[in-house]
């Protein structure tokens, strides 16, 4: 097993740099960019917005030296159109697009060695720090509903195998089409119209994950607090999630349910009870259970972006929408970085924990 991991762990450079180059590459052919939007705040900001750029320069406080003028400096900008070309490279240099895109990625990946993600282009707050503050509301709402989903997949899966064609398995395959087919973020408006004073019912808060009082209320109304406003965020990507592992666990069950010792240990005369889960749950469970981590990641890193620009929620969501949204470089390359590279791990976690549940599974004989 050990050389599996380091076969893995060697796998995941070129992996994590592949996947690095391509979106640097897509990228250069986005249009805007952090130099265009400062630009375009400039023409609407006037003083203000100069200001901002006179007093502060480049990232880390010092102001940027002057590069040499031409008029292709500002031929490349929309937004430069009548400012003085010095200025438009000041700009340019304060976010280090003085240097050709090769360069750039390479003084950036070197950098990511070491995790240095520097500061955000538009927040004067360092990335990794951003990142932190927004961190747990991420993994509150992916645990949360991973923890659900789980508690009704699995349930749900073994009822459903146990009356395989009946109309309890009819109807509940019904309930889980349609919440696989809804996607996650119009359940989430529809929540908000019915529950959160849309339209309907004012029970639920419409945004944030606690009250602005939070701070002055006793330990069980924070709770409560906190309970009350993640409770339509979770309950929108639980709806959404819990369709695919319950198919999966109906499946593994009745492949189990099939096979000669569940039939030997009816033959024995073992309830029905008995033989799901005293033989039959333990050999189901084991790809279920394996899975846990990478589901956890999934939920945590791509389920949760719209329910927390939806509801409002300051997480990594919407850290990395506006940081799209205003072109902020330097969050979105850091903030994949970081995806990236734990995606990687968890991968290879999850499939450690697969040779822990079943030991007769055996990496080592596989090509990786």
């Known amino acids: 097993m050990l050389s599996y991991i380091i076969r893995r762990l060697m796998l995941m450079i070129p992996t994590l740099f592949g996947i690095m180059v391509v979106n640097f590459v897509v990228v250069q052919f986005a249009p805007g960019g952090p130099v265009e939007q400062l630009l375009a705040e400039l023409q609407g900001m006037g003083?203000?917005?100069t200001a901002r750029i006179s007093g502060g320069g480049g990232f880390d406080g010092q102001a940027a030296e002057p590069l040499a003028t031409g008029s292709d400096v500002n031929?490349?900008?929309?937004?430069?159109?009548?400012?003085?070309?010095?200025?438009?490279?000041?700009?340019?240099?304060?976010?280090?697009?003085?240097?050709?895109?090769?360069?750039?990625?390479?003084?950036?990946?070197g950098?990511?060695?070491?995790?240095?993600?520097?500061?955000?282009?538009f927040r004067d707050a360092p990335v990794m720090e951003l990142v932190a503050d927004k961190l747990p509301v991420s993994i509150s709402l992916g645990l949360w509903t991973t923890l659900l989903v789980y508690l009704i997949s699995i349930p749900l899966g073994i009822a459903k195998a146990v009356n395989d064609g009946n109309r309890f398995d009819v109807w509940t395959s019904g309930v889980v089409v349609v919440g696989y087919a809804i996607p996650n973020f119009l359940f989430a408006v529809m929540l908000i119209v019915l529950f959160a004073g849309g339209r309907y019912l004012d029970w639920f808060p419409l945004r944030g994950l606690v009250s602005d009082d939070f701070a002055d209320l006793t330990w069980w109304q924070q709770v409560f607090d906190y309970l009350w406003h993640i409770t339509l965020p979770v309950l929108a990507l639980v709806v959404s999630g819990f369709a695919t592992l319950t198919?999966?666990?109906?499946?593994?069950?009745?492949?189990?349910?099939?096979?000669?010792?569940?039939?030997?240990?009816?033959?024995?005369g073992l309830t029905q009870r008995r033989v799901l889960y005293g033989h039959v749950f333990r050999n189901a469970m084991l790809i279920v259970i394996a899975g846990f981590p990478g589901a956890f990641i999934g939920i945590l890193f791509t389920g949760s972006v719209f329910i927390e620009v939806i509801f409002s929620l300051d997480g990594l969501g919407l850290l990395g929408f506006e940081a799209a949204i205003n072109r902020d470089y330097a969050v979105m390359f850091a903030t994949l970085y970081v995806f990236t590279l734990l995606g990687l791990v968890i991968k290879l976690i999850e499939d450690i924990v697969y040779t822990v549940v079943d030991p007769r599974i055996d990496f080592e004989r596989r090509a990786v």
């Open 47 to 49: 003083g203000d917005a």
């Open 75 to 109: 031929s490349r900008y929309r937004g430069a159109q009548g400012l003085d070309p010095a200025f438009v490279a000041e700009i340019e240099a304060m976010f280090g697009f003085d240097k050709p895109p090769v360069e750039r990625f390479f003084i950036m990946i």
């Open 111 to 121: 950098n990511y060695l070491t995790f240095d993600f520097g500061e955000s282009y």
């Open 247 to 268: 198919m999966l666990t109906k499946n593994s069950f009745l492949d189990e349910i099939n096979k000669m010792y569940v039939l030997t240990a009816r033959a024995k």
